[in-house]
């Protein structure tokens, strides 16, 4: 694991201490990394809405649509 240093103003060291201490984080960097994953969800996240919004309409979802996933499902054929 590698190590990096930051520097924060105190107001932010005391939020992220209080964060700690509220959320039951072991330590500021147990915060930070949880910060960091959040991010890398979220940025995962808007490049599949992204992607969805670019993509084109898909088919249907209407009571037929669903009649159909379900045989799928029950058949074993999800794909």
Request: aromatic share 6%; hydrophobic share 35%; charged share 30%.
């Amino acid at each position: 694991m590698s190590t990096m240093n930051i520097s924060l103003p105190d107001s932010l060291k005391t939020y992220v201490d209080e964060q700690v201490a509220g959320r039951q984080f072991g330590t500021s960097s147990e915060y930070v990394r949880d910060l960091i994953r959040r991010d890398q969800d979220r940025q995962r996240l808007r490049g599949l809405l992204l992607d969805g919004a670019t993509s084109g309409t898909g088919a249907v979802a209407d009571p037929a649509y669903f009649d159909a996933l379900r045989k799928r499902v029950r058949q074993g054929k999800a794909d």
